[in-house]
């Protein structure tokens, strides 16, 4: 880094930002990086959207027989909540920003492999994201998020159509932001770049978009007999004419759960990179995690019965999935392990992104740990349908999938924007999220050991206390995540340049400039080397 | 810029690939996964369909038997020489006969639309018989002997699945003939060569496979049970 003095500092050198400024070299752009920025702007609004419904929750919530809303009303928060954060902010957040913005460059390559159907995505996931708001304000649904029928056919008067059509429609954003990754790492790898030379956050992605490709079309066609249902009553889910309300669940489920690890593979991806370039280290056994990463998209297929072990689901059925849910365990496991021992020894420095992918593993490690007391029958019929199971999938979606991203969209600001943030108010942040965030969520595993019932408006007095911890715990959190949005968006225009490669870190999108011009490298590189070869890289720069 | 200069001398080559057989492989590995993504959508479908089939087959066969077997085999046979002209527009693509290629597709698209005019007669015929669940629902005489055996109610899904899967089926063909009516109208401005025919394959590799899916729909659908 002693050569940073020596760079010319070109303000006005050409870029894929000040390439042009016109709104429809916006909209219209086929430019992979800048349809990224469009969807970190569209992710981050619904994130604002999904975060007020749970700040009303949580605001509710701090007296027993709920301060503010109407039951009813509650029942749409806690929908909409979920329904906002899962399908539009969750699933595009890692993939559609960063990946989009990163693949291309991870790989050495000009752009992905169809930049029309890339826009394209936008647009359908825009369009859906309409659907859904429209559903909010024209009176909501009460469902839940997981549309469990007959709640959502005969039962429903709600606006579930129409949320229907906006999930239906954003699920084609999500095979086709999938199947263009896919074929972009096959395809467009610069020589030299062979499989296992690949930064472990494509294989991360790799594996997330094998989910996306094979998970989401049933998730659509769910979505659309669903409407069916709802619209005709035609009788496939409603026992009245011998259809199963089991089958909607089964059918559900077999793309929710994989659902899961579309949320949090992206992040681990994100986490190995950070981890390896903080430690200046290579990953600890590279290759188990490349294949982790896959096994965990091939088991995650496999484990869909363990939401149904107190519905009517045969005992026999239930022992396979719960074994099977123990065995994804073990890669989910073998990630951990290995950025552990990636620390060890290694030369660590505590930047902003590596304070979030620090926080990251022992979230995901709580979240994890405690997957495996849903995943065992017996426990299961105790916590089922508690706060227990809020509080573990939130340790994994909040604490797991929302650290890592903003871990990510810290390690590669300098890269997106060309900007530097303030790095103490960074660290500030990330301490002030990771202290609300367990704040927020821990007295709710309490609280569904001992047995409070997710989903209601009310709960008995005894449980106020943790109650109030949690929603105090809400109000830091929401502060934590205020603060980088403010400082994220002054160093767009008052951060200190960045260079290319602030952060000392390997990988071929650091080798171009910050931020990187529109067609992202001059000339299409040449790999030489694997992975991570951050000791090879210090002895040369010594 | 010369990069930019080898660009430009390839017709219909993308800026982000390196060279033409780069482009044309990631455009045939795009499209067999969009098929991969279609055979897991019609899959969450079929899957439904065998639950219930198998827990209600007395119905489902009855359900069958109110079909016109024969207007379904002619359709399976329509639907099977659109691939052959399908397939042989793309060799002609392939030799740069454009005669050749604008006549196979337009031959694709008349047995498409003989296909689908075969099929809306054939859900005329549902409410004519008011076998359309929900909508029309109210069988007599012979049709109501016919699926009265396995229960109405269970009759009512067997329609359901009929018109969902058929109907998603033709929702796919007729996509596929607006695709067709594409390739025609890029053909005559001779946009393909030997070269450079990707765009003709790939809509090829997704008539075959709406047809596929049809040779699938026409025995689970038409030919339960005995019924000669």
């Not at chain 1, 969520?441 to 949690?470: D, H, K, T």
């Not at chain 2, 109405?152 to 899967?165: G, N």
């Amino acid at each position: 880094m002693s050569t940073a003095t020596l760079e010319p500092r070109v303000h006005a050198q050409r870029n894929y930002l000040n390439a042009d400024y016109g709104w429809k070299s916006w909209l219209f752009t086929l430019d992979h990086k800048r349809i990224a920025l469009l969807y970190m702007v569209s992710v981050t609004f619904f994130f604002i959207v999904g975060g007020s419904f749970a700040v009303l929750m949580r605001i509710h919530l701090i007296e027993p027989q709920g301060a503010l809303v109407q039951p009813e009303t509650y029942n749409k928060l806690f929908t909409l909540h979920g329904v906002v954060m899962i399908f539009f902010f969750l699933i595009p957040s890692i993939p559609a920003v960063l990946g989009n913005f990163l693949v291309p460059l991870m790989v050495g390559a000009r752009d992905l492999a169809f930049p029309r159907l890339n826009l394209l995505s936008w647009y359908i996931y825009i369009v859906g994201g309409l659907f859904t708001l429209y559903s909010a304000i024209a009176g909501g649904v009460d469902t839940g998020w997981t549309f469990y029928t007959p709640y959502s056919s005969t039962y429903s008067n709600t606006q579930v159509t129409a949320v229907a059509i906006g999930v239906f429609i954003t699920g084609f954003s999500s095979i086709l932001t999938g199947l263009n990754f896919i074929v972009t790492i096959h395809k467009m790898r610069a020589p030299g770049l062979t499989w296992f030379r690949m930064p472990l956050f494509l294989w991360a992605m790799y594996a997330t978009s094998i989910i996306m490709v094979l998970g989401t079309p049933v998730l659509a066609i769910t979505i659309f007999l669903l409407a069916l249902e709802h619209l005709f009553h035609v009788g496939i889910f409603s026992p009245a004419l011998g259809g199963d309300p089991l089958l909607f669940q089964h059918l559900f489920w077999f793309y929710s759960h994989p659902a899961v690890y579309i949320m949090i593979l992206p992040a681990m991806g994100v986490v190995s990179e950070i981890i390896a370039c903080f430690s200046r280290k290579r990953i600890f056994g590279y290759k188990i995690v490349c294949f982790s990463s896959v096994a965990i998209a091939v088991l995650g297929f496999l484990v869909w019965g363990h939401h149904m072990f107190v519905t009517g689901q045969s005992v026999y059925a239930g022992l396979i999935f719960s074994m099977l849910s123990f065995l994804v365990a073990i890669p989910s496991a073998i990630k951990v392990f290995n950025w552990t021992s990636t620390l060890y020894k290694g030369s660590i420095s505590y930047e902003a992104p590596m304070l979030y992918a620090l926080g990251f593993i022992g979230l995901f490690t709580m979240g994890g740990l405690t997957g495996l007391f849903l995943a065992s029958l017996a426990t299961d019929v105790h916590l089922n349908g508690t706060y227990f199971i809020v509080a573990h999938f939130h340790y994994i979606m909040v604490g797991g999938a929302v650290m890592g991203y903003l871990g990510g969209i810290h390690f590669w600001w300098p890269k997106i924007s060309g900007r530097k943030y303030p790095n103490g108010w960074a660290a500030l942040a990330a301490g002030i999220i990771f202290i609300g965030f367990n704040l927020t969520f821990f007295p709710q595993f309490i609280l569904g050991y001992l047995g409070m019932p997710r989903r209601y408006a009310f709960y008995p007095a005894e449980f106020q206390v943790l109650n109030v911890m949690s929603s105090a715990g809400a109000t830091v959190l929401g502060v934590g995540y205020l603060i980088p949005l403010v400082y994220l968006m002054w160093s767009m225009r008052y951060g200190p340049i960045a260079e290319a490669n602030p952060w000392g870190a390997t990988g071929l999108e650091w080798k171009t400039a910050s931020p990187p011009p529109t067609e992202n490298f001059a000339e299409i590189p040449v790999v030489t080397e694997e992975a991570y070869a951050y000791s090879a890289e210090e002895a040369a720069g010594d | 810029m010369t990069d930019a200069e080898a660009h430009a001398e390839q017709a219909g080559m993308a800026h982000q690939f390196e060279n033409l057989e780069q482009q044309q492989e990631a455009d045939t590995l795009g499209i067999w996964l969009f098929l991969v993504t279609e055979i897991m959508f019609f899959g969450g479908l079929f899957a439904s369909y065998a639950i219930y089939r198998w827990l209600y087959f007395a119905a489902f066969e009855g359900g069958s038997h109110i079909l016109d077997i024969r207007l379904g085999a002619a359709n399976t046979i329509v639907l099977l020489g659109s691939s052959l002209t399908m397939a042989l527009s793309v060799r002609s693509a392939q030799t740069g006969n454009r005669r050749a290629l604008i006549l196979f597709l337009i031959a694709t698209m008349i047995l498409g639309g003989i296909f689908l005019g075969v099929k809306a007669y054939e859900y005329n015929e549902k409410f004519v018989e008011h076998v359309v669940p929900s909508l029309d629902w109210a069988p007599e005489g012979q049709t109501l002997a016919r699926l009265a055996p396995g229960g109405l109610d269970h009759a009512q899904l067997y329609f359901f699945f009929y018109f969902a899967m058929t109907g998603l089926h033709a929702m796919h063909m007729i996509i596929g003939m607006g695709l067709l009516l594409w390739l025609v109208l890029r053909a005559r401005k001779s946009s393909f060569t030997p070269h450079y025919f990707a765009p003709v394959e790939v809509v090829g590799l997704y008539w075959h496979f709406v047809d596929i899916v049809w040779i699938f729909l026409f025995p689970l659908l038409y030919l339960i049970g005995g019924r000669y």
